[in-house]
Nanobody, 115 residues
Framework: QVQLVESGGGLVQPGGSLRLSCAATGSISYMNSMSWYRRAPGKERELVATIFHYGTKTYAESVKGRFTISRDGAENTLYLQMNSLKPDDTAVYYC?????????WGQGTQVTVSS
């Protein structure tokens, strides 16, 4: 099973930017999809963005135009570029990979947007 390790979280002021990374221990070339999810305190887990095997990308309405999901197959890494951050984006962000019947999750990285 592929192991995923997120990094890049931290504290940022409203309007600022962060780039999250998700490093996979194995190849991501054969994945069905990779996604970023987030869970804010007291809220359910939310799907933020997905990139599918052939490159199609989808986004939650709340992040469209501000967040960009991308991948680097050579480095087996998934990214989430987050711009124009808002306090409502504060959450733990998780990386997810689906390949056939299997699914892998990272441990999460905290993003806090506050002045």
């Amino acid at each position: 099973q592929v192991q995923l390790v997120e990094s890049g979280g931290g504290l940022v002021q409203p309007g600022g930017s962060l780039r999250l990374s998700c490093a996979a221990t194995g190849s991501i070339s054969y994945m069905n999809s990779m996604s970023w999810y987030r869970r804010a305190p007291g809220k359910e887990r939310e799907l933020v963005a997905t990139i599918f095997h052939y490159g199609t990308k989808t986004y939650a309405e709340s992040v469209k135009g501000r967040f960009t999901i991308s991948r680097d197959g050579a480095e087996n890494t998934l990214y989430l570029q987050m711009n124009s951050l808002k306090p409502d984006d504060t959450a733990v962000y998780y990386c997810n990979l689906k390949r056939g019947p299997s699914e892998s999750w990272g441990q999460g990285t905290q993003v806090t947007v506050s002045s």
